[in-house]
């Protein structure tokens, strides 16, 4: 699937059926456009909104990193031992 860059002009299909591949990146997506626009009209204070987005923001680094690890490991462990033999040589 092709990357999106911010600095060209794409094409919004090509970003929905990114996030409809991934629906629970999808869903965390949504959770923070609902806290940008205050959707829950709960957030009064600037300590409130605070707390709400650096709990999203560590859930979401924290997914983030394993994914990234899960990649690598796979990424690892896919290759032949013969492979692994001759880099470590």
Do not use: Y
């Not at 990114?18 to 600037?46: F, G, S, T, V």
């Amino acid at each position: 699937m092709p990357l999106i860059s911010c600095d060209e002009a794409f094409d919004t299909r090509v970003l929905a059926a990114r996030l409809a591949a991934q629906p629970k990146r999808l869903a965390k997506l949504l959770e923070k456009l609902d806290l940008m626009e205050n959707a829950q009209r709960d957030l009064r204070r600037a300590d409130e909104a605070g707390r709400r987005v650096t709990a999203i923001l560590r859930e979401t680094g924290q997914e983030l990193l394993t994914g990234w690890a899960r990649q690598v490991a796979d990424a690892v462990t896919g290759e032949s031992p013969t492979r692994l033999s001759h880099q470590r040589s």
